[in-house]
């Protein structure tokens, strides 16, 4: 029993993200279900700070908690579910432009409303897009993954037209964390909203050099099939054509709306998982180069994913296993961070101080010096005295 709790707890993403889908499917007021829920966890993270969990551990036998074909089936589970997805909005974005009545209507049995106001296509379409955001964490899962299950990473991905994220993750972030050279990592003064644009478009250009230098070694063409640059583009034509055809140009604009909220919060966690930490060039990457969280509701509803510290070290460990590892915690889980992200002014007021204590509790001597120069071009100066450093 004490197994199946444990398994259970991680379910409240993919159990969400099917009420948000119900909630387009029912339509009305419905529509603006995933809007609400998202509120409803920020709500319940910030109440939850105080509470901290561990992974899913190990029983008395030293055998994980986890359920590894329980957990793996709902992540390959969650591509389809994430298809259908789009097709309940592409449904709707077909009534809403055809002028479809807004009238009781039935579903398989079920009373729904037909048609769709305008307000409620908005509600909606933000509702596909942070869902479907969310979803991003299992698409990052089997990125570690090689084989058969990378693919349905890809394919994940290229539901929100960023599947060039899955080689950039392994090969670029994982390699360059906490250095210029990751796109990923957000230099200290940098708001969410740069970050956005500026990781997005720099991992899709690593990509395109790596397979410019790799076709290039075996001396075949760029514009190609073989190249997985553009190959994973062309992953994301099925979801172009479905919104097109649903609705034209109202179409198209609802799937880049939905495509822009999903890599904003894919965006949002790496600013937040990272942000503002340095490492020097050349040197080995460290549990202090990431940010943990432990958070209990994060903990839960991101899959573990907050435990960069060991992630960062064990790539290739399946999130149940990963556990705590004494990287530096900013004790906020992720909603509650984003929230504050999203107040440029608020955020950086809070994080220099965090970072003055990461410059002194956890930065070599080399990062220090790194951090001394860094903070002085963006404003990151603190008194150095006890009470203006900020617990981590």
């Known amino acids: 029993m004490k197994k199946v709790l444990i398994n259970i707890r991680y379910f409240m993403a993919p159990l969400l993200i099917l009420v948000s889908m119900i909630g387009v499917l029912v339509g009305g007021q419905f529509a603006w279900t995933g809007v609400v829920l998202f509120g409803v966890g920020i709500l319940l993270d910030t109440l939850s700070m105080p509470m901290h969990t561990k992974g899913a551990g190990f029983d008395e036998n030293g055998e994980t908690n986890g ?3 329980l957990q793996n089936a709902v992540m390959y589970i969650m591509l389809p579910i994430f298809a259908l997805l789009q097709v309940v909005m592409a449904w709707r974005i ?4 055809n002028g479809v009545p807004v009238e009781p209507g039935m579903f398989m049995g079920f009373p729904i409303q037909m048609g769709m106001t305008g307000a409620e296509l908005i509600g909606a379409t933000i509702s596909t897009g ?3 955001g969310i979803g991003i964490i299992y ?10 299950s990378f693919v349905i990473s890809r394919w994940m991905m290229a539901l929100s037209g960023s599947s060039h994220f899955c080689y950039a993750h392994v090969y670029n972030h994982h390699l360059e964390l906490a250095h210029q050279d990751d796109p990923a990592t957000s230099p200290r003064g940098r708001s969410i909203y740069r970050h956005f644009w500026l ?17 290039k070694r075996l001396g075949k063409s760029f514009i190609s099939l073989e190249n997985r640059w553009i190959r994973g583009y062309f992953m994301s034509l099925p979801t172009f054509i479905l919104f097109a055809w649903a609705g034209g140009p109202i179409g198209v604009a609802c799937m880049f709306l939905i495509w822009t909220i999903s890599n904003f919060e894919l965006e949002a966690l790496n600013y937040m ?8 060039k050349g040197q080995p990457i460290d549990y202090r180069h990431s940010w943990d969280n432990d958070n209990m509701f994060t903990s839960w509803f991101f899959i573990e994913i907050g435990r960069q510290g060991d992630h960062h070290d064990r790539g ?8 705590e590892v004494g990287s530096p915690n900013p004790g906020w889980g992720y909603f ?10 608020l955020w950086h007021s809070v994080y220099k101080k965090k970072l003055a204590t990461w410059d002194r509790d956890f930065a070599s001597e080399g990062e220090q010096a790194i951090a001394a120069r860094v903070n002085a071009e963006v404003g990151y100066e603190v008194n150095d005295t006890p009470s203006s450093y900020a617990k981590i």
């Open 94 to 97: 077909y009534q809403y432009v």
């Open 316 to 323: 290739e460990t399946h999130f149940w296993e990963l556990d």
């Open 67 to 69: 359920i590894p074909g």
């Open 336 to 345: 509650t961070e984003f929230s504050m992200a999203l107040v440029p002014p």
């Open 130 to 132: 942070i869902f479907a």
């Open 199 to 215: 990781s997005h478009m720099g991992q899709s250009k690593f990509l395109y050099k790596m397979e410019e230098a790799r076709l």
């Open 273 to 280: 998982e990272h942000y503002g930490l340095i490492r020097e």
């Open 139 to 148: 698409g990052h899962e089997l990125a570690h993954t090689k084989g058969f």
